[in-house]
């Protein structure tokens, strides 16, 4: 299985394809499936590797009480570089999000692309902080299982299929209860990376679900405004997890990006 030392780590990584780099960040809580779809569907396009970030997934336990983005960003430019290349396409999904704006703050040089799904530059308010807190004492009182079940509504659209709530909450199930605190706690801390935006001069793309509620389509125009050049895809049907949720208009939109044509996507339950 392939696995990269980094930072004093390893991180287990899945990947697709060849020819240029793209990196794909999951988010909390959960790990590299998240992507599954995007590096089935992208592997002609790009080289496609999905790590299991610090501490999740099959990549080493965490020992640190809080997961900072920074800590985040470093691991991938570690990644990035253990790969042999210089730079990557990075895509990355609402945590994932906080740490790739870290990494271009930090190491703006290994950024080609990017692309925000369902995420945000801004930090958390006092009342969110408050609520991550919550969150951590009722995931360690009332275990996993009760967590997935809470967190449903939250990441999920209306009309999710049987599929994706099956491997959400093997994802979720599946994570370190460890890693779930750190997790929090690093989000609650993470500073404002709003002024960072417009500073950003690589092409990018911001995805959002049409029914995000922790990221709402407004925030994500708001924030693709704020980038030059950046464009917004909202994904119809989706939720907070547009990547699984509705996989193949995710993929269209990324192949828009890294190649620059136009793919007609088709599903079942569309209009």
């Given at each position: 299985?392939?696995?990269?030392r980094v930072n004093?780590?390893m991180?287990?990584y899945?990947?697709?394809?060849?020819g240029?780099?793209?990196v794909?960040?999951?988010?909390?809580?959960?790990d590299h499936?998240?992507w599954?779809?995007?590096?089935?569907?992208l592997a002609?396009v790009?080289?496609?590797i999905?790590?299991?970030?610090?501490?999740?997934?099959r990549?080493?336990?965490?020992?640190?009480?809080?997961?900072?983005?920074?800590?985040?960003a470093?691991d991938?430019a570690?990644l990035?570089?253990?790969?042999?290349?210089?730079?990557?396409?990075?895509?990355?999904?609402?945590?994932?999000?906080y740490?790739a704006?870290a990494?271009?703050?930090l190491r703006p040089s290994?950024?080609?692309?990017?692309?925000?799904?369902d995420?945000r530059?801004t930090?958390?308010?006092?009342?969110?902080r408050a609520?991550r807190?919550?969150?951590?004492?009722q995931?360690?009182?009332?275990?996993k299982?009760?967590f997935?079940?809470?967190?449903f509504?939250?990441?999920?659209?209306p009309?999710p299929?049987r599929?994706?709530?099956?491997r959400?909450?093997?994802m979720?199930?599946?994570t370190?209860y460890?890693t779930?605190v750190?997790?929090?706690?690093?989000?609650?801390?993470?500073?404002?990376?709003?002024?960072?935006?417009?500073?950003?001069a690589?092409?990018t793309l911001?995805v959002?679900?049409?029914?995000?509620a922790?990221?709402?389509?407004?925030q994500?125009r708001a924030?693709?405004e704020a980038?030059?050049?950046a464009?917004t895809?909202v994904?119809?049907?989706?939720g907070?997890?547009s990547?699984?949720e509705?996989?193949d208009?995710v993929?269209?939109?990324?192949i828009?990006?890294?190649?620059?044509?136009?793919?007609?996507?088709?599903?079942e339950?569309?209009?």
């Amino acid at each position: 299985m392939p696995f990269a030392r980094v930072n004093g780590t390893m991180l287990y990584y899945r990947e697709a394809g060849e020819g240029d780099l793209a990196v794909f960040l999951h988010g909390f809580p959960l790990d590299h499936s998240i992507w599954l779809d995007q590096l089935h569907g992208l592997a002609h396009v790009r080289h496609c590797i999905a790590p299991d970030l610090r501490g999740f997934g099959r990549s080493d336990p965490i020992l640190e009480p809080a997961l900072s983005m920074e800590v985040v960003a470093d691991d991938i430019a570690a990644l990035i570089e253990a790969l042999g290349a210089t730079e990557a396409d990075i895509i990355a999904l609402s945590m994932g999000g906080y740490a790739a704006l870290a990494l271009y703050e930090l190491r703006p040089s290994m950024v080609r692309t990017l692309t925000l799904v369902d995420t945000r530059a801004t930090p958390d308010s006092v009342e969110a902080r408050a609520a991550r807190d919550a969150l951590a004492d009722q995931l360690l009182a009332g275990g996993k299982t009760d967590f997935a079940s809470q967190m449903f509504p939250t990441l999920l659209g209306p009309h999710p299929s049987r599929p994706t709530r099956a491997r959400l909450r093997s994802m979720i199930e599946g994570t370190r209860y460890e890693t779930l605190v750190a997790a929090l706690e690093g989000m609650k801390e993470r500073p404002d990376r709003s002024v960072l935006l417009p500073q950003i001069a690589v092409p990018t793309l911001v995805v959002v679900g049409e029914h995000d509620a922790l990221t709402p389509p407004s925030q994500a125009r708001a924030m693709a405004e704020a980038i030059p050049g950046a464009r917004t895809s909202v994904i119809p049907g989706a939720g907070h997890l547009s990547p699984l949720e509705r996989p193949d208009e995710v993929n269209s939109a990324l192949i828009e990006l890294l190649e620059g044509r136009k793919v007609v996507w088709w599903r079942e339950d569309a209009e």
